[in-house]
């Protein structure tokens, strides 16, 4: 039985500036640094065998940061990425309410049919994030695997594992640095741990 320990970068400045981030990019605060310090700490307790991570610089650099911790290389994959927003991106919601009305409203009243300008939708997301912990978990045997991941992708990928519409994806929260556990059990995928962020209370 593998099983998966699938995080959210920590903290970015987009994040506290209310930009939306998707494929653009964003360093992590102070305070996200520290949170993903936390965050080792924390799985230490697990004995990490793997850990694979978004290629994108706010996921690479919390990843980093793991992997000194936890001593494991991080193999960088381009499927963990977040989902692209297209046109939306390094735009506010303000902003995007303001220039995309009607593909807004669509979003976030049935964001399985929203088609974002030049971005991805939720089927595609779940395509490539699904397939790739589905192939993940065929690689691996009896291991414990460390997945660096963004909030769409996250919350995508557990409805997935649920067999959960994607019109439910406003229904699952991922903070900066929550820990979600997934086993995956000879009947299926078991989600364990959700949005766990206990590790910041220190």
Do not use: C
Request: proline share 1%; net charge neutral; glycine share 6%.
């Amino acid at each position: 039985m593998n099983t998966f320990f699938i995080v959210r970068h920590g903290e970015t400045e987009w994040n506290i500036s209310g930009k939306t981030q998707g494929q653009g990019d964003s360093k992590l605060t102070d305070k996200g640094r520290e949170q993903a310090y936390k965050l080792g700490k924390k799985l230490l307790d697990y004995n990490i065998d793997f850990i694979y991570s978004s290629d994108l610089g706010r996921t690479k650099e919390t990843s980093q940061i793991l992997a000194d911790i936890l001593g494991v290389k991080v193999a960088y994959l381009e499927t963990l990425r977040e989902i692209n927003f297209g046109k939306w991106e390094g735009l506010t919601i303000d902003e995007i309410k303001s220039e995309y009305e009607k593909i807004y409203t669509i979003w976030r009243n049935e964001p399985h049919n929203a088609i974002i300008p030049d971005g991805e939708n939720l089927s595609v997301l779940k395509e490539r994030i699904y397939n790739e912990i589905i192939n993940l978990n065929k690689k691996h045997k009896s291991s414990n695997i460390l997945i660096v991941s963004h909030s769409m992708s996250i919350k995508v990928l557990l409805l997935s594992l649920l067999g959960s519409d994607l019109s439910n994806i406003y229904r699952i929260k991922q903070d900066n640095t929550a820990l979600n556990i997934v086993q995956f059990k000879d009947y299926g995928p078991v989600i364990v741990k959700l949005n766990d962020t206990g590790h910041l209370q220190y």
